[in-house]
Nanobody
Framework: VQLQASGGGLVQAGGSLRLSCAAS????????VGWFRQAPGKEREFVAG????????FYGNSVLDRFTITRDNDKNMVDLLMNGLKPEDTAVYYC?????????????????WGQGTQVTVSS
């Protein structure tokens, strides 16, 4: 599975961004996808995750009610819509995929990772 994250950029506090994760996989609907982020000097943090069929989603506490994860299995895409962005959301955002047993918030359980996209929120 190959993953390509895109959509990052510079935005003012309160603004919105949509990140996209494009996947190459024969049976994308069998693969759970998560978004993580990592700021300089900090540990990798779980942001959001979605099951293969899109029926189950999880969010990190810091983004709950602001971010929304969705997927389109016909297009092999997972999006992360980020609203109400705050300076503390500044980080490199990674999408990751897991084809086996899924532990959404544990980054060590994910087998495949994209290259990351930078999100910078100015105050």
């Amino acid at each position: 599975v190959q993953l390509q994250a895109s959509g990052g950029g510079l935005v003012q506090a309160g603004g919105s961004l949509r990140l996209s994760c494009a996947a190459s996989a024969r049976t994308f609907s069998n693969i759970a996808v998560g978004w993580f982020r990592q700021a300089p000097g900090k540990e990798r943090e779980f942001v959001a995750g979605i099951s293969g069929d899109g029926g189950t989603t999880f969010y990190g506490n810091s983004v709950l009610d602001r971010f929304t994860i969705t997927r389109d299995n016909d297009k092999n895409m997972v999006d992360l819509l980020m609203n109400g962005l705050k300076p503390e959301d500044t980080a490199v955002y990674y999408c990751a995929a897991e084809a086996g047993m899924w532990s959404p918030q544990n980054h060590r359980q994910y087998d495949y990772w994209g290259q990351g996209t930078q999100v910078t929120v100015s105050s």
